[in-house]
């Protein structure tokens, strides 16, 4: 395998013009957004945390606060098949508490993102890099998530988002940014200013760019410490960094 010296990861990234800072939300009732395509397992359980356990004791404080969901394309389908694979497999899908709003397939979350107040990443298992939660801080929205959810993504807590285990205290803090928005609208934009720093596809380019030009000089040191013309071997890779160089130029020329 790859020597781990010389393995540099370019991370995920999000579009910073799509998906812009938004002002705070002007919804009056609580609006709590989730997002998870009920195709993957963890995102479907990770909806039914917050049906089951966490929602009702916000209710509790909030009764007027609203639940939005994106499951994706074919959700009941996916919610389906995951009960016939239950303990309970006749089980048929739960009815809803009418402050539940479920959607399919959305085109554009931006318009959704504009009436949420808080994104919840309730996520007990590991699927992966969210991009759903960089999407969430670069639209400058405050977000509560297990640590799984946001794991990889190098986010501290009670400053980028508030990061908790699930059940009461991930309830506790949705409570605590509904009752305190000055503390969300400070988390939020700090969410988006390390979205800026570090997640924008600017920011990755210029990663990229470090790791190609540290990974030639290190090849040219060691070849050339080797056998060979070594003045054949700097040309090669000057010109393998310049073509880097061009390649990222191109890359945040169009970003």
């Not at 009960?83 to 089980?91: M, R």
């Not at 509904?178 to 990663?207: L, S």
Request: aromatic share 6%; with cysteine; charged share 25%.
């Amino acid at each position: 395998g790859s020597n781990r010296q010389n393995t540099y990861v370019i991370p995920n990234g999000v579009d910073l013009e799509r998906f812009r800072a938004l002002p705070p939300s002007s919804q009056s009732a609580p609006e709590i957004f989730y997002v998870g395509s009920f195709r993957h397992l963890p995102n479907l359980t990770g909806f039914e945390e917050l049906r089951d356990r966490i929602m009702p004791r916000v209710w509790e404080k909030f009764p007027h606060a609203i639940l939005r969901v994106v499951a994706g394309p074919d959700h009941e389908k996916h919610w389906r098949n995951a009960l016939k694979g239950s303990a309970i497999p006749d089980a048929a899908i739960p009815h809803l508490d009418p402050r539940i709003v479920m959607h399919g397939f959305v085109s554009d979350l931006l318009p959704l993102y504009e009436t949420a107040h808080i994104v919840a990443a309730p996520l007990p298992l590991s699927a992966g890099t969210n991009i759903k939660v960089m999407e969430a801080l670069a639209c400058q929205r405050a977000v509560v998530s297990t640590p799984v959810g946001v794991q990889g993504l190098g986010l501290k807590h009670q400053s980028d988002a508030i990061i908790c285990e699930l059940g009461e205290k991930f309830a506790a803090a949705i409570c605590s940014l509904i009752e305190n928005p000055e503390m969300r609208d400070e988390i939020a934009r700090r969410g988006r200013a390390t979205a800026e720093a570090r997640f924008g596809w600017n920011a990755i380019a210029r990663d990229a760019l470090d790791a190609y030009s540290l990974l030639t000089r290190e090849s040219r040191a060691q070849r050339a410490s080797g056998n060979g013309s070594q003045r054949e071997q700097e040309k090669e890779d000057e010109h393998h960094e310049e073509d880097n160089r061009s390649e990222s130029r191109r890359i945040l020329k169009s970003a």
